[in-house]
């Protein structure tokens, strides 16, 4: 299976990609320019489709704009609001995510959540400091929680290793979250729980936000806590600053749909 599925089965303008490297490609090409005056909303069977000027938005595979919320849907036509004159995907995250949903995840959910699976086998959190006692102290404190709450909610006991050598998983462990995956049906959930997923480098971590356990800064700590450790001994790159900015805008984007999804089901 490709090391990312929606990559491979809608290309870079859909899928998650590293931010920077969209940024340098859209300054390769001539952005479209704006060609409507008014955002709306209107409700479309069982969801909320995205309009403008009256006329359903389409994704870029034709399909309508539609997400399962008036929430979330309020929120995309934030983002086609807010465009200048230009139509920049980079600033509509959330509008990038519903249209890898619906163009891809709602015809094809297995692999997507088979890739998020292949994450904990190899998940961030799994793998600690060996000799920094600041650092390790930091990992234990961020990532023993949500390997407590996979423990409790799943039965899910992970291996812990020293360093960075591989530890193989029980096979228990990735059943259970395989289990915590398959609660998160709904397309658009399941394309936001890979997005976590893979901008964390933790499954762990995107199902502990889901369920509500972490907040998003919290998870987004705890899937630093290395780099902001490096950050403070050695100072911060301006390069790698402007990309995790982009990166949190599109983590930012999947922890608002898990977060309405939950309370929408909470309901």
């Not at 980079?90 to 959910?109: C, E, G, Q």
């Amino acid at each position: 299976m490709p090391e990312n599925f929606l990559e491979s089965l809608l290309g870079p303008a859909i899928s998650h990609l590293d931010p920077m490297e969209s940024a340098r490609q859209g300054a390769r090409r001539v952005l479209p320019k704006r060609f409507w005056r008014e955002v709306g909303v209107v409700e479309r069977g069982r969801g909320f489709a995205v309009t403008l000027d009256g006329r359903v938005a389409r994704t870029p595979h034709r399909n309508e704009l539609a997400l399962p919320s008036r929430p979330l849907a309020d929120a995309a036509m934030a983002e086609w609001r807010a465009l200048g004159e230009e139509i920049d995907p980079s600033r509509m995250p959330l509008t990038r995510l519903a249209n890898a949903a619906i163009d891809a995840v709602a015809r094809a959910p297995e692999p997507v959540a088979a890739e998020i699976v292949k994450y904990a086998g190899s998940d961030l959190i799994c793998y600690r400091e060996a000799s920094k006692e600041r650092l390790a102290s930091r990992q234990t404190a961020h990532w023993d929680p949500p390997l407590a709450f996979m423990e409790q909610a799943y039965g899910a006991r992970f291996r812990l290793a020293a360093g960075v050598v591989f530890v193989e998983q029980p096979p228990e462990a990735l059943e259970a979250v395989e289990h915590a995956v398959g609660e998160w049906k709904e397309p658009l959930c399941l394309a936001a729980l890979h997005s976590a997923t893979t901008l964390t480098g933790s499954a762990i971590l995107a199902l502990a936000l889901a369920a509500g356990r972490l907040t998003p800064d919290a998870a987004w700590a705890a899937a630093h806590v290395d780099e902001d450790y490096q950050i403070e001994l050695w100072g911060e790159d301006e390069e790698a600053s402007l990309r995790r900015s982009a990166r949190r805008a599109e983590f930012d984007a999947a922890a608002l749909v898990l977060s309405l999804m939950r309370r929408k089901a909470e309901d």
